[in-house]
Nanobody, 122 residues
Framework: VQLQASGGGLVQAGGSLRLSCAAS????????MGWFRQAPGKERELVAA????????SYSDSVKGRFTISRDNAGKAVYLQMNSLKPEDTAVYYC????????????????WGRGTLVTVSS
């Protein structure tokens, strides 16, 4: 199983980025998917989660209204559209797959990608 995140980079505050995560998972649609981030010196946090079908979504309060998670089960991919970026969004972003459909609990995420760095300058 592999999850490969991409799309990170340097962007000015107020800008946008779209992260992609390509998954090589048998039965991708059987997994809930999530995007996490970890800033230097901070714990990893869940920023967005999508149910198996993608119909149910969950966001952390810090990104609600600015980030959008979506998934393409046929293409085995999950995306994170990030708008109105702030310097505090600077972190390494990870995609992960959970055995539960829509999980906000980190320990339920079984597979993890390597992460992609997002840097937002002020």
């Amino acid at each position: 199983v592999q999850l490969q995140a991409s799309g990170g980079g340097l962007v000015q505050a107020g800008g946008s980025l779209r992260l992609s995560c390509a998954a090589s998972i048998l039965r991708f649609s059987s997994y809930g998917m999530g995007w996490f981030r970890q800033a230097p010196g901070k714990e990893r946090e869940l920023v967005a989660a999508a149910s198996r079908s993608g119909d149910s979504l969950s966001y952390s309060d810090s990104v609600k209204g600015r980030f959008t998670i979506s998934r393409d089960n046929a293409g085995k991919a999950v995306y994170l559209q990030m708008n109105s970026l702030k310097p505090e969004d600077t972190a390494v972003y990870y995609c992960a797959a959970s055995t539960l459909s829509l999980s906000v609990t980190t320990r339920t995420y079984k597979y993890w990608g390597r992460g992609t760095l997002v840097t937002v300058s002020s």
